[in-house]
């Protein structure tokens, strides 16, 4: 094997996957030769270390100097939380720590561009030990950019959740049935991007017995009261007496459609089109050899279909917000029989004018995935999914009424007290809330005060070592933008604690655009925080013990 690195050379690809890695932890990628991996940090201060196997999944030398990683071997003998996650993310991979012990370590100045010239699978890790909350050197993101050369069926693909059980493609303007036993778990993912994909599910025993018992929109929207499912409380899809089929775990989209009927011939003939291939022929063509007698129209659920109800009550539907790799994730209550569809339709913006393919993975029942729902911060970026707070299993232990808050899940109220009694505890006795969402950004180096001085309402300048101050964000105008506290951790070292994620966008365009010398790192993972809200100041003094590492922050209000 011969690997270049190639900072200056580009490599013409076909087309580019992107990857973002999150702190503390790994991305493994499956690379075929004349293939190419260009690695970048988010902030510009990350490290990376990188394991490549061959295709029999020994180690292969690199041609650099040999520096050892050491930090995701750091990581991996604490024993908290990042570290669990990460030995059982490696164990999935088979990635022991002697195949560990063979990585290469780049720091944040030589993240390289790597062409390959075989098959080999790689391992970005992205390591390190959690952040003590003095200290200033959180581990944050790293964004892998993978160059293609060829479009093969699966190649172009992200990486599964874990190891399927079944792989289904179903080509563009086309559908394809399978079966699926209780507990299992169906991916559903746009491969291009844009593309609609009509659902449609079967009670397998009733269809046995000469019943027909399928997905229910009307039901689904009935029990949940939205119109389509979230994950979290409201996920369930129904039949139509009431009764789940599906719940909804992940989506990375969020806009689907649960009103209209999968397109039929009746749709392209009103358009003046004869003709045309439908999904409602393709639903009915897959289910034939089930003994499923065909319909006119089938009420699916089309996954990736944006559409909305206006106030007016017009349907209204647009181009998808799927791109290429987003997924929903289901998890079947019972054996099912499923319809999945590569929408045909090319007459409107429904599958971005250009019907493409869908791709389905079905994952064993013993298989956990976690509830999550996709959010972008800006239009472009990758997606990312809700997480789960350091505090998230004691919170768990006390009430499953849990909503989706700034990227984390968070509880709405707890069982059994309800949120006016809650609310006088607050003002009356003592309440603790998980505000573990808010925002924590590092700001150090030589312009820091007088980058803050100008990004905030507050005389930076007054503010003396371990002082701690609110303030709020601003544009030029005088526009709020968010609003936090600051702390002065040292001279050019600041603390900024704020309500939404997007102000460390605004914050890394202002030191762009006015040239400041500042690094601005994202620590919200690292410090995972409760407030104490109570009349009387002292009522818990003594009685909270956490840890100096993470989930080690009590505010008090």
């Not at 200290?135 to 944050?140: A, G, V």
């Not at 998980?434 to 507050?458: C, V």
Request: net charge negative; charged share 25%.
């Amino acid at each position: 094997m011969n690997l270049q690195q190639c900072h200056q050379d580009t490599h013409e690809a076909d087309s580019i996957r992107e990857h973002r890695v999150i702190g503390q932890s790994a991305l493994r990628l499956h690379v075929k030769a004349g293939e190419s991996l260009d690695i970048r940090s988010f902030d510009g201060l990350q490290s990376c270390e990188l394991l490549v196997l061959a295709q029999g999944g020994q180690p292969k030398a690199m041609p650099y100097d040999r520096v050892p990683a050491k930090q995701a071997l750091a990581q991996m003998e604490q024993s908290n939380a990042s570290s669990e996650r990460l030995i059982a993310q490696l164990d999935g991979w088979n990635i022991s720590l002697d195949l560990l012990q063979q990585a290469y370590a780049f720091t944040s100045s030589e993240l390289p561009t790597l062409y390959f010239d075989e098959d080999v699978t790689v391992v970005v890790l992205c390591c390190g030990e959690d952040m003590l909350v003095d200290e200033q050197n959180p581990i944050t993101e790293l964004l892998v950019a993978h160059h293609l050369v060829s479009q093969s069926d699966y190649h172009d693909l992200p990486a599964p959740l874990a190891e399927p059980v079944q792989e289904i493609r179903v080509p563009r303007c086309s559908a394809r049935s399978y079966l699926v036993k209780k507990g299992e778990w169906i991916q559903i993912i746009d491969v291009e991007g844009k593309q609609c994909s009509d659902f449609v599910a079967f009670d397998y025993d009733a269809l046995q017995q000469g019943r027909e018992v399928i997905i229910d929109a009307a039901g689904t929207r009935t029990t949940d009261g939205r119109t389509t499912p979230i994950p979290g409380l409201h996920s369930k899809f129904q039949d139509a007496y009431q009764k789940t089929m599906l719940e909804l775990v992940q989506d990375t989209v969020g806009r689907h459609d649960s009103f209209l009927y999968a397109c039929n011939s009746k749709f392209y003939e009103d358009h003046g089109v004869f003709g045309h291939v439908n999904c409602t022929d393709n639903i009915n063509n897959a289910l034939s050899e089930y003994g499923v007698a065909p319909r006119f129209g089938w009420p699916a659920i089309n996954f990736f279909f944006n559409t909305q109800a206006s106030n007016c009550g017009l349907i209204t539907s647009q181009e998808p917000f799927s791109s290429a790799g987003d997924y929903i994730l289901l998890r079947a209550a019972r054996d099912l029989l499923c319809v999945t569809t590569a929408c045909p339709d090319d007459m409107d913006p429904a599958n971005g004018w250009n019907p493409t393919d869908i791709h389905v993975r079905v994952y064993d029942a013993d298989s956990e995935f976690p509830r999550s729902i996709g959010h972008r911060l800006t239009p472009q970026e990758l997606t990312r999914m809700t997480k789960q707070t350091g505090f998230h299993p004691r919170i768990a232990a006390l009430t499953k009424q849990f909503t989706e808050y700034k990227g984390y899940w968070v509880a709405s109220h707890y069982d059994n007290w309800g949120a006016k009694t809650e609310y006088l505890a607050c003002r009356e006795k003592v309440a603790m809330i998980d505000l573990s969402p808010l925002r924590k950004m590092e700001i150090l180096r030589p312009d820091a005060e007088a980058f803050l001085q100008l990004a905030l309402t507050r005389n930076v300048r007054r503010m003396s070592v371990n002082e701690v101050v609110y303030s709020a964000m601003c544009h030029e105008t005088g526009g709020m933008i968010d609003d936090g506290t600051l702390f002065r951790l040292g001279e050019q070292a600041f603390r900024w604690i704020c309500g939404d994620a997007y102000s460390l966008v605004w914050l890394r365009e202002l030191a762009q655009k006015t040239g400041h010398r500042v690094t601005i790192r994202e620590s919200t993972d690292q410090i995972h925080n409760v407030a104490v809200q109570e009349p009387e100041q002292s009522s818990l003094v003594g009685v909270v013990d956490l840890d100096t590492r993470t989930s080690n922050r009590i505010d008090r209000a």
